[in-house]
C-alpha cells in the first residue's frame, strides 16, 4: 500500500482496500481521516478514476481557483497522469468507492460517443446510479459473491457516472462559466458540510455571493436540478447507506438526514427512488436483481423533485 498522503505538513489517515480487480477495471474502497482541511500536494493517477463517495466530502482542485466538491450525490472524475490536489472541507474525511480503469474501458468505448477529455471533473449522479452504487457496495461485501455480477454492476455504474459528467462547454463564455461554476461549487460545499441544516435559497444566496433569484436560476442551469432538489437529494443520498444497513426504525435516520418526520422522509424517499425505503431493503435483500432493476427503470423519467 502506498504511503499516506499529506495535506501540507499534517498526514492524512487513509485506508485503503482493493476489492475487486480484473484486466481493466478495479473497484477500491478508500476511508480518509484528515488532521486538516488544507488542500494536500499535487498528485496524478496512473489509470481514469471515478471516486463515488458514500459519506463526508472532499475536495479536488485541478487549478488555482478551480475545483470541485465530491459528496454521496456526485461522481469526480480524475484522468489519467493529470495533476491535482485533494482537500477535506470542514475536515472531516470520506468514505468511497472508487473505480479506477484503463484506455480499453474509455468513455468512447463505453458508449460509442465522446472521450475522457469531453468529461467534467464531476456529475450529479441519476437516483438510479446511487442505488446502484450502493447495491455494488452489498455485494462486493458477500463471502460468496459473483465475479460475473461484480463486473457487470460495476460496468453499468462507471458508464451511468460517465453519462452524468459529459459536459458540452465549449471555449465560449468561458470566464463567464467559470464564476458560474465556482459560486455553485461554494454551494455544494456548504450543503455537503451540512446537509442537514435548515437550509434557505438566501442563506446559500449569500455564500454563493448571488442575489437568490439569480442563484436558483444559475444552480438549475449548471447542476440540472432545482437547488432545493438537490438539497433533498443530497439527503436522500447520505441516508441510503443507513436504511440499507439499519433497523426498522426509521425515525433516527430521518432526523439525521434532515427531515422532520419518518412520515416526511419516507414520501421524499418514495419520490426520489421510487418505492419505500422498506421495499427497496426487501429488492436489494434478495438475489433478484432484476426486481431493482425494474424499480430503478420505473424511476427513470420521473420529473425532478421540486
Given at each position: 500500500?502506498?504511503?499516506?498522503?499529506?495535506?501540507?505538513?499534517?498526514?492524512?489517515?487513509?485506508?485503503?482496500?482493493?476489492?475487486?480487480?480484473?484486466?481493466?477495471?478495479?473497484?477500491?474502497?478508500?476511508?480518509?481521516?484528515?488532521?486538516?482541511?488544507?488542500?494536500?500536494?499535487?498528485?496524478?493517477?496512473?489509470?481514469?478514476?471515478?471516486?463515488?463517495?458514500?459519506?463526508?466530502?472532499?475536495?479536488?482542485?485541478?487549478?488555482?481557483?478551480r475545483h470541485v466538491i465530491g459528496t454521496p450525490s456526485?461522481?469526480?472524475?480524475?484522468?489519467?497522469?493529470?495533476?491535482?490536489?485533494?482537500?477535506?472541507?470542514?475536515?472531516?474525511?470520506?468514505?468511497?468507492?472508487?473505480?479506477?480503469?484503463?484506455?480499453?474501458?474509455?468513455?468512447?468505448?463505453?458508449?460509442?460517443?465522446?472521450?475522457?477529455?469531453?468529461?467534467?471533473?464531476?456529475?450529479?449522479?441519476?437516483?438510479?446510479?446511487?442505488?446502484?452504487?450502493?447495491?455494488?457496495?452489498?455485494?462486493?461485501?458477500?463471502?460468496?459473491?459473483?465475479?460475473?455480477?461484480?463486473?457487470?454492476?460495476?460496468?453499468?455504474?462507471?458508464?451511468?457516472?460517465?453519462?452524468?459528467?459529459?459536459?458540452?462547454?465549449?471555449?465560449?463564455?468561458?470566464?463567464?462559466?467559470?464564476?458560474?461554476?465556482?459560486?455553485?461549487?461554494?454551494?455544494?460545499?456548504?450543503?455537503?458540510?451540512?446537509?442537514?441544516?435548515?437550509?434557505?435559497?438566501?442563506?446559500?444566496?449569500?455564500?454563493?455571493?448571488?442575489?437568490?433569484?439569480?442563484?436558483?436560476?444559475?444552480?438549475?442551469?449548471?447542476?440540472?436540478?432545482?437547488?432545493?432538489?438537490?438539497?433533498?437529494?443530497?439527503?436522500?443520498?447520505?441516508?441510503?447507506?443507513?436504511?440499507?444497513?439499519?433497523?426498522?426504525?426509521?425515525?433516527?435516520?430521518?432526523?439525521?438526514?434532515?427531515?422532520?418526520?419518518?412520515?416526511?422522509?419516507?414520501?421524499?424517499?418514495?419520490?426520489?427512488?421510487?418505492?419505500?425505503?422498506?421495499?427497496?431493503?426487501?429488492?436489494?435483500?434478495?438475489?433478484?436483481?432484476?426486481?431493482?432493476?425494474?424499480?430503478?427503470?420505473?424511476?427513470?423519467?420521473?420529473?425532478?423533485?421540486?
Open positions: 500500500m502506498p504511503p499516506a498522503p499529506k495535506l501540507g505538513n499534517e498526514p492524512v489517515k487513509v485506508i485503503r482496500k482493493t476489492l475487486f480487480e480484473n484486466g481493466s477495471l478495479q473497484i477500491g474502497w478508500v476511508d480518509t481521516h484528515p488532521l486538516s482541511d488544507v488542500c494536500g500536494d499535487v498528485e496524478r493517477q496512473s489509470l481514469n478514476v471515478v471516486v463515488l463517495p458514500l459519506s463526508g466530502l472532499f475536495s479536488k482542485h485541478d487549478a488555482p481557483g456526485h461522481a469526480v472524475f480524475i484522468a489519467s497522469d493529470t495533476p491535482y490536489r485533494i482537500g477535506f472541507p470542514g475536515g472531516i474525511g470520506d468514505r468511497a468507492l472508487v473505480l479506477r480503469f484503463d484506455e480499453s474501458l474509455a468513455p468512447d468505448r463505453l458508449d460509442g460517443r465522446a472521450s475522457v477529455d469531453a468529461l467534467a471533473s464531476s456529475g450529479l449522479l441519476a437516483s438510479s446510479a446511487i442505488v446502484l452504487r450502493d447495491l455494488l457496495r452489498l455485494r462486493l461485501q458477500e463471502p460468496e459473491r459473483d465475479g460475473f455480477e461484480i463486473e457487470a454492476l460495476a460496468l453499468d455504474l462507471l458508464s451511468m457516472s460517465l453519462r452524468a459528467m459529459r459536459t458540452a462547454d465549449a471555449p465560449r463564455r468561458r470566464a463567464a462559466i467559470a464564476l458560474r461554476k465556482r459560486a455553485v461549487e461554494r454551494v455544494k460545499e456548504a450543503v455537503a458540510l451540512a446537509p442537514a441544516e435548515k437550509w434557505s435559497v438566501a442563506r446559500l444566496a449569500g455564500i454563493a455571493n448571488l442575489s437568490p433569484f439569480h442563484l436558483c436560476r444559475v444552480f438549475r442551469k449548471t447542476v440540472g436540478t432545482s437547488l432545493y432538489s438537490y438539497v433533498l437529494q443530497e439527503r436522500l443520498a447520505r441516508s441510503l447507506e443507513s436504511v440499507l444497513d439499519g433497523g426498522d426504525d426509521l425515525t433516527p435516520i430521518a432526523l439525521d438526514a434532515g427531515f422532520s418526520s419518518h412520515s416526511h422522509f419516507t414520501a421524499r424517499f418514495r419520490g426520489f427512488f421510487g418505492c419505500t425505503p422498506a421495499a427497496l431493503r426487501r429488492a436489494i435483500g434478495t438475489e433478484r436483481v432484476a426486481e431493482l432493476s425494474k424499480i430503478m427503470t420505473a424511476q427513470r423519467g420521473r420529473p425532478a423533485l421540486t
